[in-house]
């Protein structure tokens, strides 16, 4: 799915692609972005959910995450961490996050990632995150730099939603 979210003044969660993933907007609002508009967030609780879909079985093949997000404020500590996209639901399933001392990851927080070096992300900046899986291989990009990459297992099959947003660990 792709989901532009919106024009700067309506915060939409509708999916640009024939697969009409569309979302449900729970908590964030409409602000100015990086291209046309953009959604805020609270870095708490604030998300958008949208339904389980094959689509984005990236257990089963390759596939691209990527997200565009503006750091207001870290996480309070270097183990704490703000959730950029996950099928997570308070169960061990995948997340792509950025940690408190400014490390990016993704794979299952804590326990089996795939981490960037500290000082990656800092606060008062905005960044494009991609995530890459390709013949095995996952790849970490903020601003097209290669920050981590690994062959570890990082993905997981889930029912859960897709969410943009929404975790802090």
Same mark, same amino acid.
């Given at each position: 799915?792709?989901?532009?979210?919106?024009?700067?003044? +309506?915060?939409?969660?509708? $999916? &640009?692609?024939?697969?009409?993933?569309?979302?449900? #907007?729970?908590?964030?609002?409409?602000?100015?972005?990086?291209?046309?508009?953009?959604?805020?967030?609270?870095?708490? $609780? $604030?998300?958008? &959910?949208?339904?389980?879909?094959?689509?984005?079985?990236? +257990?089963?093949? $390759?596939?691209?995450?990527?997200?565009?997000?503006?750091?207001? +404020?870290?996480?309070?500590?270097?183990?704490?961490?703000?959730?950029?996209?996950?099928?997570?639901?308070?169960?061990?399933?995948?997340?792509?996050?950025?940690?408190?001392?400014?490390? #990016?990851? +993704?794979?299952?927080?804590?326990?089996?990632?795939?981490?960037?070096?500290?000082?990656?992300?800092?606060?008062?900046?905005?960044?494009?995150?991609?995530?890459?899986?390709?013949?095995?291989?996952?790849?970490?990009?903020?601003?097209?730099?290669?920050?981590?990459?690994?062959?570890?297992?990082?993905?997981?099959?889930?029912?859960?939603?897709?969410?943009?947003?929404?975790?802090?660990?």
């Amino acid at each position: 799915g792709v989901w532009h979210l919106s024009d700067g003044t +309506t915060l939409g969660a509708n $999916d &640009s692609t024939a697969n009409a993933n569309n979302g449900l #907007i729970l908590g964030p609002i409409a602000t100015a972005g990086q291209i046309n508009g953009a959604g805020s967030f609270d870095g708490i $609780d $604030d998300y958008i &959910s949208i339904s389980d879909s094959n689509s984005w079985n990236i +257990t089963a093949s $390759d596939g691209t995450i990527s997200a565009w997000f503006y750091v207001d +404020t870290m996480p309070a500590t270097a183990v704490d961490a703000g959730g950029l996209v996950s099928q997570i639901d308070n169960d061990q399933n995948w997340v792509v996050y950025y940690y408190g001392d400014g490390r #990016i990851a +993704t794979g299952i927080a804590g326990v089996n990632e795939i981490v960037s070096a500290a000082g990656v992300v800092s606060s008062g900046q905005g960044y494009n995150a991609v995530v890459v899986k390709s013949a095995g291989i996952t790849t970490l990009y903020v601003n097209a730099a290669n920050v981590a990459s690994d062959t570890m297992a990082v993905w997981t099959d889930s029912s859960n939603p897709l969410l943009i947003g929404g975790h802090t660990y």
